[in-house]
């Protein structure tokens, strides 16, 4: 943990040592300043990995042009998104596609459709 990050905690911490919402808040903010930080290290190594595939002459003007078809360019990419897609549904959940308001609106719509069926021979 940071200096600065550690200072932030114990200030805040003291201030809320019995509210356990603020553990869980720092605890989700932390996840998510994880996340973050993987897809920041994904986005450059994967950038270094694809361009010195693409330039393999080591001149560093010419690219490869068959290098942009070849598989092994951007398979790290590839494989590396897939554990970076599960790192994002493990921080922020099924409320990525399907939050609360989603199923209140479904419920709704659903409520109103039946409603409107009911009311259609009366």
């Known amino acids: 943990m940071g200096r600065?990050?550690?200072?932030?905690?114990?200030?805040?911490?003291?201030?809320?040592?019995?509210?356990?919402?603020?553990?869980?808040?720092?605890?989700k903010v932390k996840r998510i300043k994880g996340f973050y930080s993987h897809l920041k290290i994904y986005i450059i190594v994967n950038a270094v990995i694809i361009i010195s595939n693409l330039s393999r002459d080591f001149?560093?003007?010419?690219?490869?042009?068959?290098?942009?078809?070849?598989?092994?360019?951007?398979?790290?990419?590839?494989?590396?998104?897939?554990?970076?897609?599960?790192?994002?549904?493990?921080?922020?959940?099924?409320?990525?596609?399907?939050g609360d308001d989603w199923e209140k609106r479904k419920i709704q719509e659903y409520m109103s459709k039946q409603s409107a069926n009911n009311n259609k021979w009366e």
Do not use: C, P
Not at 5 to 27: T, V, W
């Open 59 to 98: 001149s560093g003007i010419r690219l490869n042009e068959g290098a942009f078809f070849e598989w092994h360019t951007y398979s790290t990419a590839v494989f590396w998104g897939i554990g970076l897609a599960a790192h994002a549904l493990s921080v922020f959940g099924r409320n990525i596609f399907f």
């Open 4 to 27: 600065f990050r550690k200072r932030i905690y114990e200030e805040y911490s003291q201030e809320f040592s019995n509210d356990e919402h603020f553990e869980i808040a720092y605890k």
